[in-house]
């Protein structure tokens, strides 16, 4: 991988967006909000120059991950999206881009920016990609896992030649050190299923959202422990159901336990209530609570 350069080109805490880059082929990995969109724009042009955006990779629809690509797409518009298939039909809901234009205008005006333009219309999935799809952008190839339990369109790419995973917050939200949140919001079964899959595989990098590229320590660290993690969540919302406790004091103690250091700086409070809520709601319903 000595030749393969990731930078981080996200804009705002919180934004998850990063560059792949041999020399010959260049990918971005998730792409922001849409108001931070033209300035990873920016940063995308101060590594590449004159060179071309080749491909864009979204690994789900919500709006911190896909929406700015409407906005690269302005500055590169001949780069290739490639999604799952899920989210390409998710892009052509109007309720969807509803709800993405509301939640990235509420986030942009607690960064202080409230004038902008909204190009969710403008989304877009050149290449709908199912699981087992290769994407052979010429100098890499890479191969599309579905990876549900985050969202229903939740993928991964998987470079097997460099052992390189570009992963999906299906897997877990991780702080580079110790700190692994889970994150099922369709599914718990399903993500540990994903999670699997995910591990059967030789991965000696892993591309982590909302992170970036770990080293092999970090991998295997993650790799080996976000199960059990997840498993370990679950847990502590079963115990804490039949305890009687409300979901209000099992949403503080959560946050007590996972919003802690890089985690609280990229996970808005009201984003961590409000998914906390519903992984507690999906516990309830997968273990018959």
């Known amino acids: 991988m000595d030749t393969l350069k990731i930078t981080d080109v996200r804009v705002q805490q919180g934004d998850s967006a990063f560059l792949i880059d041999d020399g010959t082929t260049s990918i971005l990995y998730d792409t922001g909000f849409g108001f931070t969109g033209f300035a990873v724009a920016d940063n995308i042009r101060k590594q590449l120059g004159d060179r071309s955006l080749d491909y864009i990779f979204l690994t789900h629809s919500h709006y911190d991950h896909a929406l700015g690509s409407a906005y690269i797409l302005r500055r590169y518009p001949e780069a290739k999206v490639v999604a799952g298939v899920y989210a390409a039909d998710i892009f052509r809901r109007d309720g969807a881009k509803r709800v993405m234009k509301e939640l990235d205008a509420k986030f942009a005006a607690r960064c202080g920016v409230t004038d902008y333009e909204f190009l969710g219309d403008e989304l877009r999935v050149d290449i709908a990609a199912k699981d087992g799809d290769i994407i052979d952008t010429g100098s890499m190839s890479f191969k599309v896992l579905d990876l549900p339990g985050h969202t229903k369109c ?11 995973m570009l992963s999906s917050e299906t897997i877990g939200v991780y702080d580079g050190g110790e700190i692994i949140v889970p994150s099922y919001l369709v599914g718990y079964q399903m993500s540990l299923d994903s999670i699997d899959k995910v591990t059967a595989l030789k991965i000696d990098r892993l591309l982590s959202p909302h992170l970036g590229i770990l080293d092999e320590k970090q991998t295997e660290y993650f790799l080996s422990h976000t199960k059990s993690a ?41 984003a961590v209530n409000l998914n906390t809520s519903i992984m507690i709601g999906l516990i309830r319903k997968e273990f018959g609570l």
């Open 230 to 270: 997840n498993e370990a969540a679950a847990q502590f919302f079963i115990d804490r159901i039949r305890s009687g406790m409300s979901d209000e004091m099992m949403i503080e103690e959560f946050k007590a336990i996972y919003r802690r250091g890089y985690i609280r700086e990229i996970y808005p409070e009201d």
């Open 154 to 164: 939740s993928v991964g790419f998987y470079c097997e030649e460099r052992s390189l």
